[in-house]
């Protein structure tokens, strides 16, 4: 009878054993994370663009308090030269069309759509039956069509047609009281010379001042107030336009930004 008496496993092949099952755990970890970002990117694009959350005072003081000594300059979000107008736009009063844009993947553009559509809109057509409004954006069907109240849908980066519709546009309405995010729609409508009125925390971040730039409102009573004025004062919407453009010309360009950001990095070398 032949006595077999098996050789010890080296280190070394242990060792190689587990490179081999940790390889593959990589492997399928990888192939995991990849279909999910994959998903991610059909169902969530807008997770994949360009970051648009902008540092605003708050943040910088958050910042600030962590690290006293630390120097922060923020650089502003730009409104996109393509939407840039080259002549501040006269625009048709008669009959006025509000509008309000956004990407509704989001709840709060959800939120802020429902509230021009069923706070503002029916209240506001008791003295302006003949005002119209236009809902846009991606995925702008959530919202639901009524008479008065048109809804487009617009693919990702359709910016012919995004300019088309700020063109149309009268006043862009934005009730917006979810935070977070820069708001490059506000930035947009001031760029096409389209006067805005918003909440607070709908142009928290931008250097604007309310009067000069935008008009603020908070609840259905003062948007309807603030859109009855811009209508009834000729003066007071050519004011807000022009200041508005005059802004992003100044701040809010391609051109003003790359002038900061060189500060930036010659303070730095």
Do not use: C
Request: charge should be positive.
């Amino acid at each position: 009878m032949e006595l077999i008496i098996p050789k010890e496993k080296s280190n070394l092949t242990e060792l190689n054993g587990k490179v081999e099952v940790l390889s593959f755990l990589e492997l399928k970890v990888k192939e995991l994370i990849d279909s999910h970002i994959l998903k991610r990117k059909l169902w969530f694009p807008n997770d994949f663009l360009p970051a648009d959350e902008q540092m605003n005072d708050d943040q910088e003081k958050n910042i600030k308090e962590l690290e006293p000594n630390i120097k922060t300059v923020i650089i502003p979000n730009g409104a996109g030269d393509e939407m840039i107008v080259k002549k501040i736009p006269k625009k048709n009063i008669n009959p006025p069309t509000l509008l309000f844009q956004g990407n509704f993947y989001w709840l709060q553009n959800v939120e802020a759509a429902d509230f021009l559509t069923k706070k503002i809109y029916p209240k506001l057509i008791k003295t302006h039956p003949e005002i119209k409004i236009i809902i846009s954006g991606q995925k702008a069907n959530k919202i639901k069509s009524k008479k008065g109240i048109e809804i487009i849908n617009l693919n990702l980066n359709d910016s012919k047609k995004v300019k088309k519709i700020y063109q149309r546009a009268t006043i862009f309405v934005a009730p917006i009281f979810g935070p977070g995010g820069t708001r490059l729609k506000i930035l947009a409508a001031m760029a096409a010379g389209v006067p805005v009125i918003s909440t607070k925390v709908g142009v928290e971040g931008l250097s604007v001042k309310d009067g000069r730039h935008i008009l603020l409102a908070n609840n259905p009573e003062e948007f309807i107030e603030k859109i009855n004025l811009l209508l009834k004062e000729k003066n007071l919407y050519q004011t807000i336009q022009k200041n508005a453009y005059q802004l992003i010309k100044n701040e809010y360009s391609w051109f003003s930004i790359a002038k900061k950001l060189e500060n930036v990095y010659q303070q730095i070398i």
